[in-house]
């Protein structure tokens, strides 16, 4: 393969759309769908199933002290309790991700923000879903003013507040390993030093 050299600001993701010569839902889930496709690519054509994810947000919230807002919760596939960054699907028609974020804050951590900024938008896992997630940094916090009735494993989360810089030691520790918790608490680490 020949070597190329791009510039840092020429760094980016490109569309590449072949054709679809057949798309078939594989299996209808209560939260998302497997497809299974059939691409034209080259000469020739290759098979594909993946998850149809709704998109998700996630939020990174930070108090004045600098420390972070994580979550524990049970997840199921891993059959762990992991670390996370508050978050949640884009399954409401028509809510923009902001909106998303300012309403999954509210659910999972009974927090509003003053101040949103995106922070990073990252697809997942691009080999086997098309789950993009928009990461906010959130500031100027302050509690709802209603909690919110959780259940399933919503209903027994742990919430702790974590200076950043132990959340970023615990990630490249290996002691959590959640990738959006992972990026967020990395990219937010790099936007406040950026701004000295």
Known sequence: MPETHVGAGDLHDEPFEPEVLQSDLA???AVWD???????????????QYVAHTGAVAILALDD?????????????????DWELPAGLLDVP???????????????????????????????TPGGN?????IF???GLSDAETPHAREDEEADIRVEWVPLADAVD????????????SLGVMAATLRLRDRG
């Open 34 to 48: 497997v497809r299974d496709d059939r691409v034209r690519y080259g000469d020739g054509e290759i098979r594909r």
């Open 27 to 29: 299996f209808e889930g």
């Open 65 to 81: 002290d600098g420390r972070v807002l994580l979550i524990q919760q049970y997840r199921h596939p891993i059959r762990h309790r």
């Open 94 to 124: 028509g809510e923009e991700p902001l909106e998303a974020a300012r309403r999954e804050l509210a659910e999972e951590a009974d927090l509003t923000a003053s101040q949103w900024e995106p922070l990073v938008a990252s697809w997942t």
């Open 170 to 181: 615990a990630v490249l520790a290996g002691r959590m390993r959640n990738g959006i918790l």
């Open 137 to 139: 940094l959130a500031t």
């Open 130 to 134: 098309d789950e993009l997630i928009h």
